[in-house]
């Protein structure tokens, strides 16, 4: 499976605007998660302070790399097992694609419009489907 060039297209023209306000829209997206989806909280114990700017620059990094996806390959394989790590698994994905969405739409307000959310929902769950693979391949080593 590949991303339509539609989702290219929009996630590279948004990202500017979500780079500018990526650490707007990963605090945001936690809040959300927490509140929505509090049995995750526990997989952020003894956690980064910082996890919402790791979050900000990964988001920013795929936004503005979309068309390119090999560059991110280590940044891919770091979260991979650091999700593995810290047991995330495949069910946790659709409650942090809900969460930014939300995020994303707080933050941007109208900039964020329904073409806008349909190619970041498409692109979020692409990445969601490779880091799934990736970590049921590390679960299996381990």
Same mark, same amino acid.
């Given at each position: ?24 829209? /990963? /605090? ?8 929505? #989806? ?5 997989? #952020? ?21 979309? $068309? ?37 739409? $707080? ?6 419009? $329904? ?9 979020? #769950?692409?990445?969601? $489907? ?13």
């Amino acid at each position: 499976m590949s991303l339509s060039p539609k989702t290219i297209e929009t996630v590279k023209a948004t990202a500017p605007a979500v780079a500018q306000n990526a650490e707007a829209i /990963t /605090t945001r997206m936690y809040e959300i998660l927490f509140a929505d #989806f509090p049995e995750v909280k526990p997989l #952020f114990e003894n956690g980064d302070p910082q996890q919402h700017k790791k979050l900000a620059t990964a988001v920013s990094a795929y936004a503005a790399n979309i $068309d390119n996806l090999e560059v991110l390959s280590k940044a891919v394989e770091k979260m991979a097992s650091t999700h593995v790590l810290k047991k995330v698994k495949p069910e946790h994905y659709p409650m942090v694609g809900v969460s930014i969405l939300k995020a994303i739409k $707080d933050v941007l307000g109208e900039a964020a419009n $329904d073409e806008v959310l349909d190619s970041w929902k498409e692109a979020y #769950f692409f990445l969601a $489907d490779i880091l799934i693979a990736r970590e049921k391949e590390l679960y299996a080593q381990a």
